[in-house]
């Protein structure tokens, strides 16, 4: 009897501290995101370089998983959500025209620090790169 509560001990213990690191992945993200704005230093479309569409454009991300878009007469609303375990952030601008809707998509996350996420997609058979760096 005494083994088996130590077993179950055990399995809750385990499950407890998986469920603590996923949470603390998360707040990462979320902290790493939203704790400044950002900037598209560059997207390539293909083999098309439009990074200068998005040169009036500054993002801020939200904890509660919206994000804005902002030049200096416009703002851009939509949502995002981080996902630390697959590595990719999802954006949807529902009201959006280009560029910002270029950013709907799901993101695969290929290098990041604290100050800037280099992503890439592919749509309809073209792969998108994105390099965001914070102000």
Not at 36 to 59: E, R
Not at 101 to 117: E, F, G, P, Q, R
């Amino acid at each position: 009897m005494r083994k088996l509560y130590w077993m179950i001990l055990a399995c809750v213990l385990v499950i407890s501290c998986k469920k603590a690191i996923e949470e603390k992945k998360e707040d990462i993200v979320l902290d790493a995101m939203t704790n400044g704005q950002w900037y598209v230093f560059s997207f390539k479309n293909g083999d098309t370089d439009i990074t200068n569409d998005f040169a009036p454009y500054t993002f801020q991300f939200y904890r509660d998983g919206k994000v804005s878009g902002f030049t200096s007469s416009t703002e851009e609303k939509g949502t995002w959500a981080g996902d630390p375990n697959a590595m990719t952030i999802t954006s949807n601008f529902p009201t959006a025209a280009d560029p910002v809707k270029m950013l709907n998509a799901v993101w695969k996350i290929t290098n990041n620090s604290w100050d800037y996420v280099i992503a890439e997609n592919s749509a309809a058979g073209v792969t998108r790169l994105l390099h965001l760096k914070k102000k």
